[in-house]
């Protein structure tokens, strides 16, 4: 995922649920470049890295990824962006308010 998406999906998150003191990430490309890291010292956030190697650093967000790659991104076939993105808000309704 490029930067630039990256920093539009934070923007829209910051917009809907308020501006975080620190954003913890692992090591990937969109992740260490200048780009978010010029970004996020003009929002006043803080990037935490996780040590590389060491995905347990970050367990919430890998089960959560793998429960959505599991659960059902690798159970359908999409026709759209559009139906993937109105199944994912679904889903992640389901996920937040209804399952066991």
Same mark, same amino acid.
Not at 13 to 21: C, D, L, V, Y
């Given at each position: 995922?490029?930067? #630039?998406?990256? &920093?539009?999906?934070?923007?829209?998150?910051?917009? $809907?649920?308020? =501006?975080?003191? *620190? &954003?913890?990430?692992?090591?990937?490309?969109? !992740? &260490?470049?200048? =780009?978010?890291?010029? $970004?996020?010292?003009?929002?006043?956030? /803080?990037?935490?890295?996780?040590?590389?190697? =060491?995905? /347990? /650093?970050?367990?919430?967000?890998?089960?959560?990824?793998?429960?959505?790659?599991?659960?059902?991104?690798?159970? !359908?076939?999409? #026709? *759209?962006?559009?139906?993937?993105?109105?199944?994912?808000?679904?889903?992640?309704?389901? !996920?937040?308010? #209804?399952?066991?």
């Amino acid at each position: 995922m490029p930067t #630039e998406r990256v &920093i539009r999906a934070l923007d829209q998150i910051i917009e $809907w649920r308020g =501006k975080p003191h *620190s &954003i913890r990430c692992d090591n990937g490309p969109e !992740y &260490i470049s200048g =780009k978010l890291s010029a $970004w996020a010292e003009g929002q006043g956030i /803080q990037l935490m890295f996780i040590q590389p190697g =060491k995905p /347990q /650093q970050n367990a919430y967000i890998e089960r959560y990824n793998r429960t959505v790659r599991y659960d059902w991104l690798a159970q !359908y076939l999409f #026709e *759209s962006t559009e139906e993937v993105q109105d199944y994912a808000t679904r889903w992640l309704w389901h !996920y937040n308010h #209804e399952r066991a």
